[in-house]
């Protein structure tokens, strides 16, 4: 039994990890703005929801009794991570940083900036 | 006025339980707590509920539970096609802004919308247009805008506006 709860532990505990990492090298290589702003933001979410399931199980077990403080934490990312995600967004927009030369309908962040209908001038 | 002569002991009974199983959750479940938490949960929604602004409710928990499970998939299946992409090099990578038309206007299902759109990998919300008929959307690599913006409205609109009947 202690064995196969090993198992699970550890196998969440590395892919939240690896999710982690994922993240963070697409923060360091993604071409603008925009782009860098989705890889952490979502593998956070994913990544550190990993490793407090993989704590909630561990310290359950060890524990002998249910233990679900990780649970909140993880609830309370999943509704504060879209709000900083959105922040970010609108900063970036106020700042009018420079997005990827190819960045398909670049015109609509102009518009999203003025908060205006697409087809409005 | 009406509202305030008539007495309610649980104005906000969602937010109540919520209150009370979170305070549950933090005190491990002990007998004293329990009671505590109780007189939390009916005490402070009597305090707040005149402050707050009627929200539409969630008629059935059931499709509740339902969207959150989807909404969870969805995280997990797209969150390993973010991270291909990352890995990937940047010449493959697409990134768009799109305007998807959106028909929901009451504050609550609006952040919920915007939410779930954000936390999905591969698409975050900007903006809102002044109307809230637009929502901007940034996306990390577009495949087909038409598709994307079906999907949105299919697999999150929908769902939420059968949620709250708005």
Same mark, same amino acid.
């Given at each position: 039994m202690t064995n196969i709860l090993e198992i699970v532990v550890s196998f969440l505990l590395v892919l939240g990890a690896i999710i982690m990492l994922i993240g963070s090298i697409?923060?360091?290589?993604?071409?603008?703005? &925009?782009?860098?702003?989705?890889?952490?933001?979502?593998?956070?979410?994913?990544?550190?929801?990993?490793?407090?399931?993989?704590?909630?199980?561990? &310290?359950? &077990?060890?524990?002998?009794?249910?233990?679900?403080k990780e649970f909140l934490i993880t609830m309370f990312l999943f509704i504060t991570a879209p709000i900083a995600a959105h922040m970010l967004a609108k900063a970036g927009l106020q700042y009018k940083v420079k997005l990827k030369e190819d960045t398909y309908n670049k015109d609509l962040s102009a518009k999203a900036y003025l908060h205006k209908a697409p087809d409005e001038d | 006025m009406s509202k305030k002569s008539k007495f309610v002991w649980f104005p906000t009974p969602y937010h109540s339980l919520l209150l009370w199983l979170v305070w549950q959750i933090l005190h491990e479940f002990s007998r004293g707590h329990m009671v505590l938490g109780a007189v939390f949960a009916i005490v402070i929604p009597w305090i707040v509920a005149p402050l707050s602004e009627k929200e539409p409710v969630a008629k059935n928990p059931l499709k509740v539970l339902l969207y959150l499970l989807r909404l969870v998939q969805d995280i997990i299946v797209s969150n390993f096609e973010v991270a291909k992409r990352v890995l990937q090099s940047?010449? =493959?990578?697409?990134?768009?802004?799109?305007? #998807? /038309?959106?028909?929901?206007?009451?504050?609550?299902?609006?952040?919920?919308?915007?939410? %779930? #759109? %954000?936390?999905? /990998?591969?698409?975050? %919300? #900007?903006?809102?247009?002044?109307?809230?008929?637009?929502?901007?959307? =940034? #996306?990390? =690599?577009l495949e087909d805008e038409q598709k994307l913006i079906a999907q949105i409205k299919q697999r999150y609109e929908a769902p939420i506006k059968e949620i709250f009947q708005c």
């Open positions: 697409g923060l360091a290589k993604l071409p603008d703005y &925009f782009t860098r702003l989705h890889a952490p933001t979502k593998a956070s979410t994913l990544g550190v929801g990993c490793i407090l399931i993989a704590s909630m199980v561990y &310290f359950s &077990f060890d524990l002998g009794r249910l233990n679900l | 940047n010449r =493959h990578l697409k990134p768009a802004f799109i305007a #998807v /038309p959106i028909t929901i206007s009451e504050p609550l299902p609006l952040t919920i919308f915007t939410s %779930s #759109v %954000s936390l999905t /990998p591969g698409t975050c %919300s #900007v903006e809102l247009s002044d109307d809230k008929q637009w929502l901007y959307v =940034h #996306v990390l =690599h």
